[in-house]
């Protein structure tokens, strides 16, 4: 199995104060699904955010599908998120000025894609998802489940190789919260490498085939487990 993440003595200090990242090694196979565990501030959010590109380690590397995203500039882990990552978000995070098609197709057209071949791929993507007849719609008119799947259809459209998923059912309720689950379950099936952070054991347990956890900004020791090893 390829590697499409790896961390190399990753650390992340934020204004001198204890690492939110303590020296992080770990590796992620392309196909994998690995869900991302650990009490509040355990440093989950910056390693999604470190994959991403969204931030930058204090020291160490990050490799993600060939790219040192850590050395990239801004405009270089633009083009990286925008062209090689899906993301979704525990709220959500759409544009409420605009209609869920117009939501979907914007990350294509800010890539460089027609209006018309975005608003295609948006079409595509919304029928997939059961959000056809909604197209027109804003997302203040619906439903949590129904926002989430906006998300999803967003975080797909340039048909990345790695989706992102931040606490994706933290805001939802349980029923609805299984179902995007089962849908980032299908994702991950179709070819799609997928990383969930999760506070919910159900779901890492159900929808990922490894966990790894994180205790004050370190790989948990795995003990009987299926974690990541302890480095240093």
Same mark, same amino acid.
Do not use: C
């Given at each position: 199995?390829?590697?499409?993440?790896?961390?190399?003595?990753?650390?992340?200090?934020?204004?001198?104060?204890?690492?939110?990242?303590?020296?992080?090694?770990?590796?992620?196979?392309?196909?994998?699904?690995?869900?991302?565990?650990?009490?509040?501030?355990?440093?989950?959010?910056?390693?999604?955010?470190?994959?991403?590109?969204?931030?930058?380690?204090?020291?160490?590397?990050?490799?993600?599908?060939?790219?040192?995203?850590?050395?990239?500039?801004?405009?270089?882990?633009?083009?990286?998120?925008?062209?090689?990552?899906?993301?979704?978000?525990?709220?959500?995070?759409?544009?409420?000025?605009?209609?869920?098609?117009?939501?979907? *197709?914007? %990350? $294509?057209? !800010?890539? @460089?894609?027609? /209006?018309?071949?975005?608003? &295609?791929?948006?079409?595509?993507?919304? +029928?997939?998802?059961?959000?056809?007849?909604?197209?027109? *719609?804003? %997302? $203040?008119? !619906?439903? @949590?489940?129904? /926002?989430?799947?906006?998300? &999803?259809?967003?975080?797909?459209?340039? +048909?990345?190789?790695?989706?992102?998923?931040?606490?994706?059912?933290?805001?939802?309720?349980?029923?609805?919260?299984?179902?995007?689950?089962?849908?980032?379950?299908?994702?991950?099936?179709?070819?799609?490498?997928?990383?969930?952070?999760?506070?919910?054991?159900?779901?890492?347990?159900?929808?990922?085939?490894?966990?790894?956890?994180?205790?004050?900004?370190?790989?948990?020791?795995?003990?009987?487990?299926?974690?990541?090893?302890?480095?240093?």
């Amino acid at each position: 199995m390829d590697t499409i993440i790896r961390f190399d003595e990753v650390s992340k200090s934020y204004d001198g104060g204890r690492p939110a990242l303590d020296r992080v090694d770990l590796e992620i196979g392309s196909g994998e699904a690995v869900a991302i565990m650990g009490p509040s501030g355990s440093g989950k959010s910056t390693l999604l955010n470190l994959i991403a590109g969204l931030d930058r380690p204090t020291s160490g590397g990050v490799t993600v599908a060939g790219v040192r995203v850590d050395q990239a500039g801004e405009t270089g882990a633009a083009l990286f998120r925008r062209n090689r990552v899906g993301m979704i978000f525990q709220f959500f995070n759409l544009l409420d000025d605009l209609t869920v098609a117009d939501n979907v *197709a914007l %990350p $294509a057209q !800010l890539g @460089g894609m027609r /209006r018309a071949e975005a608003r &295609i791929r948006a079409d595509e993507l919304l +029928r997939m998802l059961g959000l056809a007849s909604h197209r027109d *719609a804003y %997302p $203040a008119r !619906l439903s @949590g489940g129904e /926002r989430q799947r906006v998300a &999803i259809a967003r975080a797909l459209v340039n +048909r990345p190789a790695l989706l992102l998923a931040d606490e994706p059912t933290g805001a939802l309720d349980t029923s609805t919260g299984d179902e995007i689950g089962a849908l980032l379950a299908g994702l991950h099936r179709s070819g799609l490498t997928l990383v969930l952070v999760t506070h919910n054991p159900e779901l890492a347990r159900r929808y990922a085939s490894r966990t790894i956890e994180l205790v004050d900004g370190r790989v948990a020791d795995p003990s009987t487990r299926d974690l990541q090893q302890v480095v240093g």
